[in-house]
């Protein structure tokens, strides 16, 4: 992959793949479409870089192995959930690039749905901040005196609006959603959400891990009308993964996730100021190394399997 080029941003990371034309770049992904589109009808290759992002910034700084790690924990996830994907194939046989096997995915082409579907089990974050305000997330009125990391009653659905790449995904209500995409097709994907949520959060359970929220994404298949997941699935990168034995209510719970970059980055020690508008400078090798290891370990804690 290409050194990152500050005056393009990381669309100049995507690499150049024999068969397919980069069309996007994400905060992580990049997006490519088949030159012979009678071999891959309908298609697209996800490909998964090893950036990362904090802040609504992403950083100079990429994590060896992440983007491998997202994708075959999204696979994993993938064959666990009772929930039709967007995955046509992973192997060079079924047309990804040899140097791109491990973090690509031939994937159906999906018509997306403008939503970031999000499911709550637990209290944290944004749903935390207007939850101390209101005693609400995303007009959701719940019960008094819950913490941060309080379990919820039941899980529930908050939707958010997507970003432009940089900018920060706003909170919105059901009845948003109802507005963008019709009463049938939020009713499904508020249903579809917390059915994932539920599957997976058992699932996590048994493995000693909290699933305290969860975003997916969803499009149309042009093919089966269906409704259908897409991009990544429960990641630490769209996900929530506590411990649960040191889960304790009223503090912030350590997650398997990109916290030692959060925490580094507005520390004393890396010297940004958040509200400037920098940049952020390069990660020390020491929390490139520790981010990179707790991938892994959410990697082999939930699919019981050694990351290689």
Known sequence: MAA???????????????????????KVRDLYEPQDEQAFPDAVLVVASDRI???DHVLSSTIPDKGRVLTQLSLWWFEQLSVPNHVLGTTVEDGVPAEVVGRAMVCR????YPVECIARGYLTG????????????????LPEGLEDGSRLPEAVFTPS???????HDENITYEDVTGMVGDDAAARLRDLTLAIYREAEGIARERGIILADTKVEFGLDPVTGEITLGDEVLTPDSSRF???ST?????AQPSFDKQYVRDWLTSAESGWDRSSGDEPPALPADVVERTRARYVE????LTGRAFA
């Open 247 to 251: 889960w304790e209510p009223g503090r």
């Open 4 to 26: 990152f080029d500050a005056s393009k941003g990381f669309a100049a990371q995507a690499p150049v793949l024999e068969g397919w034309t980069h069309v996007y770049s994400g």
């Open 242 to 244: 506590w411990d649960a």
């Open 161 to 167: 609006a997507k970003a432009e790449v940089g900018e």
């Open 109 to 112: 082409r999906l018509e997306m």
């Open 298 to 301: 959410a990697y082999e804690r």
């Open 53 to 55: 992002s904090a802040y």
């Open 126 to 141: 944004s749903g935390l901040a207007e939850y101390r305000e209101h005693g609400t997330v995303c007009a959701i009125r």
